[in-house]
Nanobody, 121 residues
Framework: QGQLVESGGGSVQVGGSLRLSCAAS????????MSWYRQAPGKERELVAS????????DYTDSVKGRFTISRDNVKKTVYLQMNSLKPEDTAVYYC??????????????WGQGTQVTVDS
């Protein structure tokens, strides 16, 4: 059974930086696209950034473009989210997601437990 464990969350001042990590186990990491989602209190979960299984393609929601960078290390089976120039509106619980990108893993989906990011104004 696949497992994702996030780390690196915490409290930071406006304009600061944090680096989130998500360590994967129990599945073929290199065959999965990886994403970071976030959910703020009273809001729906939103997709923040995604990276393809090979790392060759990356996408970001408009509000984080130019500030956040998603990357992955298929040897370490870890995905990262570097967050710079943080704003109060970035405050949320951040979740790591793995989604099967190639057969026979298409349709498989794993979630981490989430890590809190708080940006103090």
């Amino acid at each position: 059974q696949g497992q994702l464990v996030e780390s690196g969350g915490g409290s930071v001042q406006v304009g600061g930086s944090l680096r989130l990590s998500c360590a994967a186990s129990g599945f073929t990491f290199s065959s999965y696209a990886m994403s970071w989602y976030r959910q703020a209190p009273g809001k729906e979960r939103e997709l923040v950034a995604s990276i393809s299984s090979t790392g060759g393609s990356r996408d970001y929601t408009d509000s984080v473009k130019g500030r956040f960078t998603i990357s992955r290390d298929n040897v370490k089976k870890t995905v990262y989210l570097q967050m710079n120039s943080l704003k109060p509106e970035d405050t949320a619980v951040y979740y790591c997601n793995a989604r099967g990108a190639v057969a026979p893993f298409r349709g498989r989906d794993y979630w981490g437990q989430g890590t809190q990011v708080t940006v103090d104004s």
